[in-house]
């Protein structure tokens, strides 16, 4: 589908710790991008990386009114730049998962009345129900995810119908707690929205509604109904699929630009507003990960793997599914490990004298497989699989718990054990590559992608763009116009023609990942040992 020539989609993300936009073309080139930092550019709500931490050590949030003040400041310093308001054809949007806007009954009309001649963050002030609103960051709900395993009937009973265990982040639990320790805020919320579906809000001026994949995160959601769970909703509190409103799917079209915005910045006034999602939805749509077995590996602090699934099997004890995103039959899967490039750096330290080169001279050197050398470092309590228990476990070839291996196969068993474990447990939840984008920091590294490449048996890819989120978002701007332009679903391919391609960063060889596969049984092994 062709967009109107000159026309720009506009992705907003607000993260975690600023609200970032990227504007792209007729030809989906980047032509624009831009950030607000929330603790540097809005000092003001004292937040450290965009949240505050409470002295609890368990209680994260942040404040609303900060996610508003920031669109005002980063829509102003997009007008610094005399970026062309009035050829945005539509904006989609992106939001961190799991966090929650509480709105009392006034905020419904402060949206719809929205005065250009003051800031947005003066007039919305008086309409929180909860101004501190808990984040994905927040693990203070134990007892609340505890409870609903109880009620419908256990942990795989509860990713069986929401895609997840219950979560401490996940909205449903967030909101159970505020219920029960704050029932008069509760009484008095009118809507509780996400993130994202509270940043379309401000854009269309009313509530907007949350979106199928952003509200898989709740553990409130049917995945495969489509629609709120009634036995979860009932258990989580009272009147609740009113303050929630009904879900869309991702692709809706949820309203046009209110005049605030096309009063004060110039907005094109029939501008549409696609259903905002979460951060990590985006990201799939950001990588065209449309296919099943269209994986992406994200290296980072934390290590995910993320991809298009249309068979997933939900787990009672890790990773997650979500609606997805931009195929409404589909499903997106994700899965994290928590211990990720600070303990490649912690080896590279110990092992490799602290230089990356070392480190990937290590692998070259080294055989695929290892010599049967594996390792698991467990160096903070690991999400997937869940191991509370910190340490490093190792195996040499002949099966013997060692306690050190030569520098060389100590790096190349971290690098290993991370994808034999993705891979391990990517494919307990349905996650089966045909081919892998690397994206985030050791993506560069082309030792690892090649290692990368030989344990799954699939090309690797990579791409240029960074702020994955904000791409996506305007993606799927781009996406929700075409299928609202032709009056049907149109697969999100089609609506993004001439996408660049992916470059092939490695190709699999065979022998080596034959070596591979023997070796998950050992490792699947070594985890269970681990976990004892
Ligand atoms: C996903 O489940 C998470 O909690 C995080 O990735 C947040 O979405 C970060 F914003």
Redesign the pocket.
Known sequence: MRAPVGGLFLGLDS??QSLKAIAVDDDLRVVYENSANFDTELPAFGTRGGAHQHPDGVTVTSPPLMWVAALDLLLAKMAGDKFPFMKVVAIGGS?????SVWLKRNARDVLRNLDAARPLSEQLEGVFSVDASP???DSSTGHQCRELEKALGGAQAVADLTGSRA?E??TGNQIAKIWQTRPRDYDNTDRIALVSSFMASLLTGDYAPIDLSDGS?MNLLGIRSRTWSAAALDHTAPGLAARLGAPVPSHSVVGVVQPYFANKYGFWRQCAVVAFS???PNSLAGLRLQRPGDVAISLGT?D?MFGSSSNPAPSGSEG?VFVSPIEPGAFMV?I?RKNGSLTREKVRDASAGGSWEDFNEAIARTPPGNDGCISLHVDQPEITPPLGRTGVYRLDGRDRVVSVFQPAAEVRAVVEGSFLSMRIHGAGIGLKPTSILATGGASANMEMVRVMSNVFGVPVLVGEQANS?ALGAAYRARHGWACAAAGRFIPFDEALPGAAPFRRAAVPDPAAHAVYTAMLGRYERLEREAGV
């Open positions: 993260s975690t939001g961190q998962q799991h966090g984040i994905w960051m979560y982040r996940f995160g979460g951060d990590n934390s995910t997650h994700m994290v989120a």
